[in-house]
């Protein structure tokens, strides 16, 4: 129509001084002498994004034109935290934009910790989708991103005598100056009703879905800045409404509550996050809520494909859709209903298609989280998909007996329904089945995959499973994390790192260069006692910066072993009561993490954790030799201020249980010290890092699965340990709970009856482990070497890297696609 996008902005400080006081006075309404601190945050925001604009649309035109395959990502979760510094730094705005607002007396980083977290997921998955947007735009990858658009996040954790507290979490109450509504892009979703057989003369019968319900999917839009700017990606997250946003008739009649029923119950869809990351509950509105986003987002992909293609022939030449884990695993039947019923496909055509557009990628194998619905659930809600999920499960069945001779066991196997607790749809077998590519998101977890979960489906598709490590996006988990450190590597090995992470292997010959490794200390000091104001100011606990900070920060649950890492607390305690005169290396233990709100036994451990720090922290005999601290809601901001502070990194989960871990790779780039167990990624850091450089002990994933066959317990253990004893005492007696001693029973007799995580069989390791890390810290030149180390032998474990082998091995798109 011949109008023309402006002319690029200008980036010098008085231009963008100039232009935040525009948008203070014509998009907020406010004199800039009146204007509070969140109005700089808005008006810096919306300087921001317009330039983030400017380079969305040439990438959204240029991507466009080269017709190039797109990546879509469907995931449940995206926990991205703040954009601001993400995306001022990604512009290269730092500096300009400081400068402009301190003409006006106004702090950048002031105004940066006034924007609220988006936490639209539970842990690891939601911040590795989040980590894959950013460095698919890094890397020059076309990928959208889909998911659900909460209401509100993942809850608010307070601490309240100990115990975890939920609370809504409400990121949206100010508005959201990142997201554009777009309501032409919405969608019908249906739920219900039934299936119809339709006969048109001389053609085959086709299957008409007849939903009782209908609800609308509204795309809601976010940029992804990649590094420099050069690509900004989408997210599109789907809003949930009603049709009929009020029912007028039951209005006019009085009935106003009913009149809102209708809005009410849509709207629920979209109103907040599942809190579990390791428990199915199995509830109808979870169910809802995957099939809402993954038909939404499948809908919006086949008309984007029809408007540049004339048919969905080549869908898999021009797209690829990853899910994460199994949680948009419905998109494979769903998929088949458009192909089949929509438009027209025979069906073993549909399914060639469907198999080459999907990929899978499995997080966990702990089988309480994977996802199986009730039969009688999935057929009311999605009757048509229920039956496409019989016919490829019929279709494997013959395939599995008769090409490969599979008996009744191994057939029961790859069911994708499951004969076993309740009839229930695997949706494991049917992600794997409906994808051409499954992968793990470590080598220890990808191997565990074929032996355990998917040991028959990987029998009958020896190729589909393979490995993509997990990795972390440097710009926010170095560069804007930690500016200290980045601005030392700058100076010492040039600004190559900052464009291919892997650079940083340049500083490795400085870790025997006793000037840069002062500085390298110099700095990992400010970041703790950066961290040590924080913790001052929420929890009036006072931190010596000096001593080692040990950190484990995650999700709280049995098999991460927090409870491991408490008990050695107490053990340490304990003698340093009673050996006043030895000298100890002080030591801060911090926790963070939150619990899901129905999981018993991981509140137990937040409540222990903090009713130790109580006694700890208060008892002179101590005095600095030990802190514990338990810092209350954990989340991404605070993620970005503890990952530089760390001198020590706890991964210490029971072998064979953490799929890949991301935090571990965090902690480690910003030059802390592992101490782990050989699970998970820890494994890959230990080539990478070597291993003198990390501190690894206890049982190893085999060894854990043998002593689960023999029916291991604790009992004898406890008994031959002092050390362990004497701490369990205390628990058990109530020495950390006078008020309701009983408290923690549960969790001590656990460990003798049973200790299904390996607590007491690898306590003495891990022991032993932290004692002789507690000599090393005292020489300082030793200890700053193999920190130097780990920060410049982790460029591997970035996300670009990751994101370059699924856009290679998986999704063939991207720059140097194989098509
Ligand atoms: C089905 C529901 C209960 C559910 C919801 C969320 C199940 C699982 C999850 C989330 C799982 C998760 O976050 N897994 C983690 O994924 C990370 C990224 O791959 C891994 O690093 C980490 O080891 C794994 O626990």
């Not at 977290?117 to 460095?135: P, Q, T, V, Y």
């Not at 990858?141 to 979490?169: D, M, N």
């Not at 338990?630 to 799929?659: C, H, K, R, W």
């Amino acid at each position: 129509i011949g109008a023309t996008v402006p002319e690029p902005r200008q980036n010098d400080p008085d231009t963008l001084a100039r232009q935040i006081v525009e948008k203070l006075t014509y998009s907020i309404g406010k004199h800039p002498e009146q204007a509070r601190k969140y109005d700089w945050l808005r008006a810096t925001t919306l300087v921001v994004r317009d330039r983030i604009i400017d380079h969305w649309f040439a990438s959204t035109d240029r991507i466009r034109a080269s017709k190039d395959k797109r990546v879509y990502y469907l995931s449940m979760e995206f926990l991205i935290g703040r954009l601001l510094r993400d995306a001022i730094n990604n512009l290269q705005l730092t500096q300009p934009i400081g400068e402009a607002l301190k003409r006006y007396n106004v702090d950048l980083d002031m105004v940066e910790l006034l924007e609220p977290d988006a936490a639209l997921g539970n842990g690891g998955l939601g911040r590795l989708a989040a980590c894959f947007m950013e460095s698919m735009a890094s890397t020059g990858v076309p990928g959208v991103g889909y998911g659900i658009r909460y209401v509100h996040g993942f809850f608010r954790q307070e601490i309240a005598e100990g115990a975890q507290v939920e609370l809504p979490e409400t990121w949206l109450v100010h508005g959201n100056p990142w997201e554009f509504e777009r309501r032409e892009s919405s969608y019908e979703i249906g739920f219900g009703g039934k299936v119809m057989t339709q006969q048109e003369p001389g053609k085959p019968p086709r299957q008409v879905w007849r939903p009782a319900e209908r609800v609308l999917a509204v795309a809601f839009d976010t940029p992804i800045v990649g590094w420099r700017g050069e690509q900004v990606n989408t997210l599109r997250l789907w809003s949930a409404q009603a049709i009929d946003p009020i029912l007028l008739d039951a209005f006019n009649s009085g009935d106003h509550i009913g009149a809102l029923v209708e809005s009410n119950k849509a709207e629920a869809i979209t109103r907040v996050l599942y809190p579990a990351d390791s428990h199915q509950a199995g509830q109808e509105l979870r169910l809802r809520q995957e099939y809402f986003f993954s038909a939404a987002s499948l809908q919006d992909i086949i008309r984007r494909h029809l408007g540049e293609n004339d048919s969905l022939d080549n869908l898999a030449e021009k797209v690829a859709i990853q899910l994460n884990d199994t949680h948009p695993a419905v998109s494979v039947a769903e998929l088949m209903r458009l192909l089949v019923d929509v438009h027209g496909y025979d069906w073993a055509k549909a399914w060639t298609i469907t198999r080459a557009t999907f990929g899978y990628t499995n997080h966990t194998l702990l089988p309480e989280a994977l996802e199986h619905w009730p039969i009688n659930l999935f057929e009311r809600l999605l009757p048509r998909q229920m039956q496409i999920i019989y016919q490829i499960n019929a279709d494997i069945i013959r395939q599995a007996s008769q090409d490969k001779g599979f008996d009744g066991a191994q057939i029961s196997a790859i069911s994708l329904i499951d004969e076993g607790h309740g009839r229930r749809v695997r949706m494991g077998q049917l992600a794997f089945v409906g994808s051409h590519a499954v992968n793990g998101v470590s080598a220890l977890h990808t191997e565990l995959m074929k032996e355990t979960v998917f040991q028959n489906l990987h029998q009958l598709y020896p190729e589909r499973i393979q490995n993509k490590t997990n990795g972390v996006t440097p710009r926010r988990w170095l560069m804007e994390c930690n500016p200290g450190l980045t601005g030392l590597l700058t100076d010492a090995i040039g600004p190559r790192f900052l464009d291919d992470i892997e650079k940083l292997a340049d500083a490795d010959p400085l870790a025997d260069d006793a000037a840069f490794r002062e500085k390298f200390a110099a700095v990992k000091r400010a970041n703790k006692a950066r961290l040590a104001d924080v913790i001052s100011d929420r929890l009036a606990i006072t931190l010596d910066p000096d001593a080692i900070f040990d950190i484990q920060v995650k999700r709280i649950h049995e098999y991460k072993r927090q409870f491991l890492n408490i008990i050695e607390a107490i053990a340490l305690y304990n003698q340093i009561r009673a050996h006043p005169e030895k000298s100890w290396t002080p030591r801060v233990k911090i926790f963070a993490g939150k619990a899901a709100p129905s999981y018993v036994q991981a509140k137990e451990i937040i409540h222990l954790a903090n009713d130790v720090a109580r006694l700890i922290n208060s008892d002179p005999a101590v005095r600095d030799l030990l802190k514990v601290v338990f810092v209350p809601n954990y989340n991404v901001s605070l993620a970005e201020i503890i990952m530089p502070a760390a001198d020590l990194s706890e991964q210490i989960s029971t072998a064979g249980l953490e799929a890949s871990g991301t935090g571990n790779m965090k902690f480690a780039l910003n030059g802390a010290l592992t101490i782990g167990t050989l699970d998970g990624a820890n494994v890959e850091m230990l080539e990478h890092v070597g291993e003198e450089n990390i501190f690894i002990f206890g049982l190893k994933a085999d060894e854990v699965a043998q002593r689960r066959r023999e029916a291991h317990s604790g009992r004898s253990i406890i008994e031959r340990t002092p050390l362990l004893r004497e701490a369990l005492d205390a628990i058990s007696t109530g020495v950390f709970a006078p008020e309701s001693p009983a408290r923690y029973h549960t969790l001590v007799s656990n460990l003798y009856n049973n200790d299904w995580w390996m607590i007491c069989a690898d306590f003495e390791a891990y022991w032993k482990t932290q004692r002789s890390l507690d000599s090393l810290f005292l020489d300082q030149n030793a200890w700053q070497s193999k920190a130097v180390h780990n920060t410049a032998r982790m460029g591997w474990f970035s996300s670009d890297r990751s994101i370059r082998e699924y856009a290679k091995d998986i999704w063939q798109a991207g720059p140097g696609k194989v098509t």
